[in-house]
């Protein structure tokens, strides 16, 4: 378990190995650029913004048309094709594209400008439809319903609220106007809620008869067509199908475009490469004919790093030791175990300046701690199985991804041997089937104990467990403390608080009540009862007289300080209680399971009820790993970032970005190499 340390190095070039040295350390990924610049130095900085936008759109635009493809083409993929990671292509394949990117983004271009004719074309055609759809009522008129009549006859186009007959509009007109000498309605169609109808008048008498119309609901057209409805209808068909047959063959272009897919994909990461590049080529301290650079790179690599840019392009190199004062990035370095923990860890937070890396320790807890919550063989056997197969089938999926199925494949590994310590094998279906369909119940014994039928041995165990985990975080502490010269500080925050609570521990054991709840009955001799009392006493007085041990001439506010930090030891008591959840999740893995057996046996020992046993076995046990599975990684994590991390670890420390080659579909085969 170690942090990498870190050091400075900057260099200072000629202006004409700019690019090179910037595709170098893009390729190398090992160095994090952090330029701090005097004001007063003389260096000037460049106005890239520009190009850092043009770039950006240019792989945005690559981007979507990669999107209307897949929605158009869609590649056909697996359920698990997201674990494949990016595929690895050699790079004259990638510089072949950058050499063709102006015809690529054209042809990117032409599939987002097509996509968009498609959306109008799609549009426009549901607008004719419309069209067509509000002629319909008047399909039966023979003049456009935007007529109005002759110089001495009017015509009156429109729909009346309602169902009425003639008889009943012949009544409002002569009602409303009873004047009118001549008038004659034709009703073209009825719907549910209107009648359309034509009403021929007198043109002087046109605005009376309008008029009483209009007390009955009258209303002319919303859009008055100059033309006949059937032959409008026919026009607005012709243009529905012209449209359609339009949107058929762009999406017909843009399908047979699929094929370019993977160029598209390599222009658009080698785009989204430049502007990253432009990105610090804009941060660059430059004069006239030289140029500066400076960031973090890991120490191990920082000589190999320095030499190889000094000899190939006559730059002068410095490299510096990370002062006090400066934060310096975080990368981890641990062995292939602890490495499939460092997710975990990066959830709460990298070791901040000072800290060691507890990712080792922490992930063998992790999984200690997850195998007893899971606790059942069959159940490690198919998550340990499940992502070993991953690992192998998909190996290059992505590095964080890689890690979370490692550490459940331990995880599952843990499970399937404290299944074995507990004999659970799919809960109890070994002696369920065995006495359901076989007559004669056969069962495989736990190899330590069954926590099933000894529920509080196992609580003792698990508060065992739990305070030797506690036990590690306070050694941790203490170990920090040491390295830095610290010893006083060792002595009284952790020493004190070790000889407190295991005096206290030594203490309870052998009373009725630890006995009581443990079913165990501990005798010890009276020389170590005594010591236990002494450890305890001398404990808590240290933790009282040196717990505000800064304040050095003020005894009341020190005794003070103290008795609050003493009253630290109820936190103690809730933190050891937290791991009686290995014993809830243990008990609730082994229960639901065995209640899901039990159901099943309960049709019977027929082909009926092995079918259903299958049936009601697999969608239990499904049910059951899932959630325990849940329930096992979350209160795992609980128990190291509340319980464990609570007593050294605070976390805080800045990730590593080097600059590098963040491509977003592809990994080029390229040097890295220092």
């Known amino acids: 378990m170690a942090v990498l340390q870190m050091q400075r190095i900057s260099l200072c070039a000629l202006k004409k190995n700019r690019k090179a040295i910037l595709e170098r350390l893009q390729e190398l990924g090992a160095m994090e650029i952090d330029i701090r610049l005097e004001d007063d130095s003389g260096y000037t900085t460049m106005d890239v913004s520009n190009s850092k936008a043009t770039f950006e759109k240019k792989a945005q635009t690559a981007d979507r048309a990669l999107e209307i493809l897949q929605r158009y083409a869609p590649e ?49 055609v549901q607008k004719l439809k419309d069209q067509m759809e509000a002629l319909v009522p008047w399909m039966g008129l023979t003049v456009p319903v935007s007529y109005s009549g002759t110089r001495r006859v009017s015509i009156l186009i429109g729909a009346i609220s309602g169902t009425p007959n003639l008889e009943n509009i012949y009544e409002l007109i002569g009602k409303f106007a009873p004047d009118v000498e001549a008038v004659d309605v034709e009703i073209i169609s009825v719907d549910r809620d209107f009648t359309y109808l034509a009403v021929v008048c007198l043109a002087a008498e046109v605005q009376a008869v309008e008029e009483a119309l209009r007390a009955g609901g009258f209303s002319k057209p919303a859009q008055a067509v100059d033309k006949i409805p059937a032959r409008y209808r026919e026009e607005l068909q012709e243009e529905t199908e012209a449209a359609l047959e339009e949107v058929k063959r762009l999406k017909s272009e843009i399908t047979n475009l699929a094929g370019h897919r993977q160029n598209l994909r390599l222009v658009s990461d080698y785009y989204r490469m430049r502007a990253e590049k432009y990105g610090v080529l804009g941060k660059l301290p430059q004069t006239t004919n030289t140029f500066a650079l400076s960031g973090y790179v890991p120490a191990k690599d920082a000589r190999k790093i320095a030499d190889e840019f000094a000899d190939k392009y006559d730059a002068a190199v410095e490299l510096e030791e990370i002062g006090e004062e400066e934060e310096a990035p975080v990368l981890l370095k641990n062995n292939y175990f602890a490495e499939s923990g460092e997710g975990v860890l990066a959830s709460f937070g990298l070791p901040g300046k000072g800290e060691v890396d507890p990712t080792m320790i922490m992930t063998v807890f992790y999984v200690f701690l997850f195998g007893i919550m899971l606790s059942d063989a069959a159940y490690g056997l198919i998550v340990a199985a499940a992502c070993g197969a991953l690992l192998v089938k998909f190996p290059r999926m992505s590095l964080n991804m890689k890690k979370s199925i490692r550490l459940f494949f331990w995880c599952g590994l843990s499970t399937l041997f404290w299944g074995v310590m507990f004999g659970g094998y799919f809960g109890d279906a070994i002696s369920v089937i065995s006495s359901t369909f076989f007559g004669k119940e056969v069962s495989i014994p736990p190899l330590w104990f069954a926590p099933l039928d000894e529920p509080m041995r196992m609580l003792v165990w698990s508060m065992l467990f739990g305070l030797i985990h506690l036990y590690t975080g306070l050694f941790v502490k203490a170990y920090m403390y040491i390295r830095d010269g610290k010893i006083l500080d060792a002595v ?141 990684y979350v209160h795992t994590c609980r128990l190291q970032y509340v319980e464990f991390f609570g007593k050294f670890y605070e976390g805080g420390g800045r990730e590593f970005h080097p600059f590098r080659s963040n491509t977003k579909y592809v990994d080029v085969k390229e040097e890295t190499k220092v």
């Open 492 to 632: 009284c925050d952790v020493g004190f608080w070790l000889l407190l609570i295991t005096g206290l521990v030594l203490i309870l054991m052998p009373t009725e009540i630890f006995a009581s709840i443990s079913q165990m009955t501990f005798v010890f001799p009276e020389p170590l009862n005594m010591l236990a009392k002494g450890m305890a006493i001398v404990g808590a007085v240290g933790i009282l007289l040196m717990s505000g041990r800064d304040k050095k001439n003020h005894w009341g506010l020190r005794i003070a300080l103290g008795a609050y930090d003493l009253y630290g030891i109820t936190s103690w008591l809730s933190d050891i209680l937290s791991y009686s959840r290995l014993l809830a999740l243990g008990l609730a893995t082994g229960v639901i399971a065995s209640v899901f057996n039990q159901m099943g046996s309960m049709f019977g020992s027929g082909i009926i009820g092995a079918i259903l046993f299958i049936i009601v076995f697999v969608i239990g046990h499904i049910f059951n790993i899932a959630i325990n599975l849940l329930g096992a």
């Open 76 to 124: 056909q993929t697996g359920m698990l094709a997201s674990l494949a990671g990016k595929p690895l292509i050699d790079k004259p394949m990638f510089e072949k594209a950058a050499q063709d990117q102006d015809r690529f983004i054209d042809m990117a271009d032409r599939i987002v400008t097509m996509d968009k004719r498609v959306a109008e074309e799609t549009a426009r």
